[in-house]
């Protein structure tokens, strides 16, 4: 007769109640949290590739390789759209009062949309003249 030996299950109880306590866990807060971190990084990478203006008057080289004579505006600073993304109304982001703010908070200020199984984060920007606005969305499976 064969003999099985033999064998130890302490450690796959232990497993299932780690399984049980994660099912039990806010799996809502912790989606809302990734949502957030997600949309907080991707907020950095747009920020950071928004174009600024530049009205020195100077000669420029655009991205295609063609040279431009810059426009020369008084008073007028550039960063008005790059600001616009964190800024609560046009005219904070033209004042520049809203300089350098940190992006993880301002994205835990912005409300998350829970319909059914998507959460979903509005990135936008104020600015009158910005072509952009994108819906960030994390999907959870159920």
Not at 63 to 77: A, E, I, L, Q
Request: aromatic share 8%; glycine share 10%; with cysteine.
């Amino acid at each position: 007769m064969a003999r099985w030996g033999n064998c130890d299950f302490k450690q796959l109880k232990q497993f299932k109640e780690k399984l049980e306590k994660m099912s039990k866990a806010d799996i809502k807060k912790f989606c809302e949290n990734v949502s957030k971190e997600l949309a907080a990084r991707l907020l950095r990478k747009v920020i950071k590739r928004t174009p600024v203006g530049d009205y020195s008057g100077k000669t420029y080289t655009c991205v295609g390789g063609k040279t431009h004579k810059g426009s020369k505006k008084k008073g007028m600073v550039g960063g008005t759209l790059r600001r616009g993304w964190t800024a609560k109304t046009e005219e904070e982001a033209k004042s520049g009062n809203g300089k350098g703010k940190n992006v993880s908070n301002w994205v835990n200020e912005l409300p998350i949309k829970h319909i059914g199984n998507i959460f979903q984060i509005d990135v936008t920007n104020v600015v009158s003249y910005s072509r952009l606005c994108r819906i960030w969305t994390l999907y959870q499976k159920s």
